[in-house]
């Protein structure tokens, strides 16, 4: 009879797309009866699981969507290798008041500093968060002051410019490349032995 049961609760949450509910029907009664849920604290029970599994879902879209070039978390940068890079700086753009604010964002530096990883970090915790979109986030190696040999038109740079900058946050990196890192340490070690250098 429960297994009866158990096979229609599936069918009637599959029926309303109850995602949660329809794969671990029975994961969410053990959890009740070990907890000796009431009928109240129960229903908050499958309902809260319902939303998480659809959050879940919403997040994987957002993600899908977002098309980005990899999935670099902000926790995963280490932002000790940068000792220059302002930590409050980093905290205002780890908050995203900035999207909230609906201004973009323009993180400067010469290659392999962690640019794109702040970048791709910041949009993961932003589609985390539920946004999808309101603020751009732009990474240069060039400095603004160079942006209008970069397009060759100074007109055409400062309209872009204007628009860009206009209440926008700006962080600079300013040090060492991530991506020298093991390579110089490989190339160091290399010579240690009696290689030549190249």
């Avoid at 229609?8 to 009664?29: F, H, K, M, Q, Y």
């Avoid at 970048?119 to 309101?134: D, F, P, Q, S």
Wanted: aromatic residues 6%; contains cysteine; charged residues 30%.
């Amino acid at each position: 009879m429960a297994e009866l049961i158990t096979q229609r609760i599936r069918a009637n949450a599959t029926e309303l797309r109850l995602r949660g509910i329809a794969e671990s029907p029975d994961e969410l009664i053990e959890r009740a009866e070990a907890s000796q849920l009431g009928y109240r604290e129960f229903l908050d029970l499958v309902l809260e699981s319902e939303v998480g599994v659809l959050d879940g879902h919403r997040y994987a879209k957002r993600l899908k969507n977002a098309a980005l070039p990899h999935r670099k978390t902000l926790a995963e940068f280490d932002a000790s290798f940068q000792p220059e890079l302002d930590p409050k700086r980093l905290a205002e753009l780890k908050s995203l008041r900035f999207i909230e604010r609906k201004v973009s964002c323009l993180i400067l530096g010469p290659p392999g500093v962690g640019k794109s990883h702040l970048a791709v970090g910041l949009a993961m915790e932003a589609l985390a968060r539920g946004y999808a979109r309101a603020s751009t986030i732009i990474t240069s190696n060039k400095a603004v002051s160079e942006w209008a040999q970069t397009f060759g038109d100074e007109a055409l740079a400062a309209a872009i410019l204007d628009r860009l900058l206009h209440d926008a946050e700006v962080l600079a990196i300013n040090g060492p490349s991530y991506r020298l890192k093991g390579r110089l340490e490989e190339f160091r070690a290399g010579v240690g032995r009696g290689e030549e250098a190249p």
